[in-house]
Structure formats: C-alpha cells, structure tokens
C-alpha cells in the first residue's frame, strides 16, 4: 500500500495517489495529468479511480484529462450532476482498490454534493480519510460557497455541523486525516500549516470539533468573519461540473514566443492583459507601461483569479527564460486559459529593442517616514487582509485590501502621492502596479513592507480599527458576496 501527498504550495493544496497490487485512485488532481501517470508508471500500475471530493472553486481538477487517458473511473459523491461520464457513489458505498477498500462517507455542508473517501486495509481496519474541503487541520470548509435561493450559508453550515459529528467523528482517533487544503487557502478562514493530522489530534485542536458544541455555536463560529470568495470561484465551479478544454491543448496555444513586434501587435489586435510574472525588485526596475505584475514566487494563481475578473480574459505573458511553461500551467489551474503567447527573450528583448519602459518608485521605511512629514496618513495604503490589519497597523491609516483594490478605484484621487505597503512587498507591488496601470502615476512601493516599518522604530502601530474603516470594508466584502 502506497499513499502520497500531492502538495501544491501555490494553491495550498493537497491532492492523492493511492497504490495497492496494481491499481491505483487519484485524489482531486490538479490540472496537470502527466505527474500522476509518471508514478503509476513507475509502479506498473493502472489508474482505476479519479476520486473527487466535490466540486472545486478554487482550481480546475484534471479528472477529465487524467480519466481520457487511462480510462479511470471518475467518482463523485450523491447529488452530484455532471456534464460528463461519471460514476455517482451512493453514501456507504464501497470501491475496491487492489487490497484495499474505499468507503464514500456523504458530508455535505461545504457543498451538498461533498464527500470523503474513508481508506480500510486488507483487514478491512480504518486507516484513513481523506477529507476534501469538509475538514481541514484546524479548520472546517466554508459554508458559503453553494448557497442557493432555497439553501442559505446557515442551511449549510448547519449540514456541515451534522455531517462532521456523524460521520467523521465518530471514526477511531488513529484515523489518519488528508484534507484538500493548508494555511494559504481562501476555502477556509484558519487552517493550520500542518497537512496532515489525525481524527483524535483534530477533536482536541479544532475550534470546530469541540464535543460540548452546538449547532447554533457552530454556524455562528463558522460563518463569522468569512471574507467574500474570489471572483473566479463560480467559473472555477462551472468548468470542474461541465468540462473544460485538454491541458495539453491550453499548453500549446499558449507556448508562442512572441518577437518584441510580434508581442506588441498580438497585444494591440486581442486586447491582451499584459501580466508580467518576474520578481517585484526586477519589475520596479523596469516593465512595460500598463503590464500588471504578479510574482511567480508567491501565490500566484490565486491572485490572478482574486485580481482579474474574466478567466477569459486574453494573457500575454512577461516571463524570466525557462519559465514560460510553468506560468501557463499555473494559470491553467485556475481556469485562464486565454493565453496568447510570451515575450520571447523577456524584459531584455524590449529593452534591447528600444521600446518604451515603465518604473515604480520603492523607498525603504525611514524614507517613508521622512515623506509623512509632508504627507498625512491618508496617502498610505496598508494593502494586507483584515485580519493583518486587525492585528496591528501604523496609526491613522487604513485598511485597502489587495484582495478589493479594483473595488477601492473609486474611492482613490489620482492626483494624490500614495505610499503603499503590504506585510514583505509582493502584495504592495501587485498593487502598485494595477494603480500604474489605471492612472495613477504618483505610486511608491514600501521595501520589506509592514516588516521593515516595524523594525525602523519609526512609527505609531495599534491594533485598534476606527468604525468608519470597519464599516467600508464590511460593506465592501458585501458588495461581492
């Protein structure tokens, strides 16, 4: 008996591969197939299941591609309603894997259709669970995502409430637990770093497993302080029930390398998104006027999503050499399959070709404060999340979330200086460059964000958040609800 994690740090996310005497069942795999035929290949095994624990929001899963070329079975929960051939497992049912057995216990709650695959050995002894986005370390899934006019966030948070007591807890507290997702991912609000946990671990360590729990505790517990979804969830929801195109259709349209002409005039003709992926330091140096940066060191993926509205938006790529490949399958994973091509020979080529470039100003933290003599704390923007924000931030200043910056456009002066900082300078860079991009030409990136403001001794922090910010951000997060 085989079982692998399957991490992915971009995304937090976990999926599986499960080995025994020849066969083997893959647990909500990414987009990317060739990974999980590589190791059943090299076990001289046969992929027979694709297991899926419901419907993703937050990636595209590979079950189509991975089950087009082995022929596996595709398997989702009850009440789950395909575009597509799949087997649709009833609660209890049993699937068979070499020695193993696989049991589908029905956990609706996060979504009606969730479900985990509890793992029994040859003895038929309980060995494992792998919990999809029902349970996390630390954490369960958001109830908010499936709400429908006949079913509210409450309706499910109270689903998820009986499904945990009923199904999981009540297995042995040796039970090993996989879940979905890690600290990092928008399914839940606080999962912890760990991966992997036990049922008895989880009992005694989740907030949302307590024994003396109500059912009014927990949906108010667990619906409490939800920030809104990334836009890109519903679409992600769509391709994963109905379908999607070929991965390796999506890496060959995009794979073009573009002459410095070539990439101009593609970008002119399809109204391409320039989406340049290098290191903030290397992109404030120089980039092309009105390309938007977001770093293929941080969370990529899911900031593309957070941060451009159609998934069907055309791309055009500014990538370091070597690293075209991974930008499109990163992409890919969220559903943007829109991309048009790359700048062949990078940031250089259109330097080389004397082409225009753009810059953004990055000052370090004594230079800020020596700027706020001038200024007042109106002109800094702390573009963490709430709950950074919440927990400490300089005096005076407010919270503008990168999350909503396109919602915050409106509220902004494009004629004012602004100083804008995140908790280390990935985020604070993104942003920067999006405001660039609509016209605001005043922009200044803090180096080492909220850390080196910290650090230079310089400024007044609190933790305390005036009303009228509380009441913009919550009606923020609302208007995306």
């Given amino acids: 008996m085989k079982i692998e994690q399957i991490y992915t740090g971009c995304l937090a996310q976990g999926a599986y591969y499960i080995e ?77 894997l070499g020695n193993l057995s696989i049991k589908v216990l029905h956990t609706p709650g996060h979504t009606m259709e969730s479900s985990c695959f509890l793992l029994l050995d040859e003895n038929s002894v309980e060995k494992a669970v792998f919990t999809g986005d029902t349970l996390f370390i630390g954490d369960v899934g958001r109830p908010d995502l ?32 996989y879940p979905a997702h890690g600290a990092g991912s928008a399914c839940g609000k606080n999962m912890s770093k760990e991966t992997v946990s036990t049922i008895g671990a989880q009992k005694a360590t989740n907030y949302a497993l307590r ?83 977001i770093g293929l060191g941080g969370q990529f993926a899911p900031w593309v999503g957070a941060l451009i509205a159609d998934v069907n938006q055309p791309l055009a790529l500014i990538v370091p050499e070597g690293q075209a490949a991974e930008a499109i399958t990163r992409l890919s994973r969220v559903g943007f399959d829109n991309v048009i091509g ?66 915050y456009m409106g509220d902004l002066d494009r004629s004012k200086q602004y100083f804008i900082h995140c908790a280390g300078g990935y ?21 080492g964000g909220f850390k080196a403001i910290l650090e230079s001794g310089k400024f007044e922090t609190t933790d305390y958040v005036c009303p009228n910010t509380l009441k913009k951000q919550k009606s923020k997060e609302i208007s995306l609800g």
Avoid: C
Avoid at 156 to 176: C, F, I, Q, W
Avoid at 251 to 277: H, I, W
Avoid at 377 to 400: G, M, N, T, W
């Fill in 20 to 96: 025994s005497n020849g066969e083997v069942a893959v647990i909500d795999p990414l987009r990317e197939t060739q990974p999980y035929l590589d190791r059943a290949a090299e076990d001289g095994a046969t992929i027979k299941y694709v297991l899926e624990t419901h419907f993703h929001a937050d990636f595209v899963s590979g079950h189509l591609d991975l089950a087009k070329k082995t022929g596996a079975t595709i398997v989702y929960g009850p009440n789950a309603k395909t575009g597509f051939e799949a087997h649709i497992a009833t609660d209890g049912e049993v699937l068979k």
């Fill in 146 to 177: 499936a709400q429908k006019s006949d079913l509210t966030m409450a309706d499910l948070a109270g689903h998820l409430y009986d499904s945990l007591r009923n199904k999981l807890m009540t297995l042995p507290d040796e039970v090993t637990v």
């Fill in 211 to 293: 024994s003396n729990m109500t059912k009014a505790e927990f949906v108010y517990e667990v619906t409490d302080g939800l920030m809104a979804p990334p836009k890109y969830f519903p679409e992600n929801v769509r391709l994963n029930k109905e379908g999607y195109a070929s991965f390796d259709d999506v890496m060959n349209r995009g794979a073009q390398a573009l002459s410095p002409k070539a990439f101009e005039e593609a970008v002119n003709a399809t109204g391409a998104l320039m989406l340049d992926v290098r290191t903030e330091g290397e992109f404030h140096q120089g980039f092309i006027p009105n390309s938007i940066f």
């Fill in 342 to 407: 790359y700048l062949s020979g990078g940031i250089e080529a259109w330097r080389t070709a004397g082409l225009e470039l753009d810059t953004i100003e990055s000052i370090g933290a004594e230079e800020l404060a020596k700027n706020l003599k001038q200024y007042d704390y109106s002109h800094v923007l702390d573009v963490r999340r709430p709950s950074e924000f919440a927990a400490e931030h300089i005096k005076d200043v407010e919270s503008v979330p990168l999350d909503f910056i396109n919602d």
């Fill in 427 to 447: 985020r604070s860079m993104i942003a920067a460059s999006i405001l660039k991009s609509r016209g605001f030409e005043k922009v200044v990136d803090i180096k």
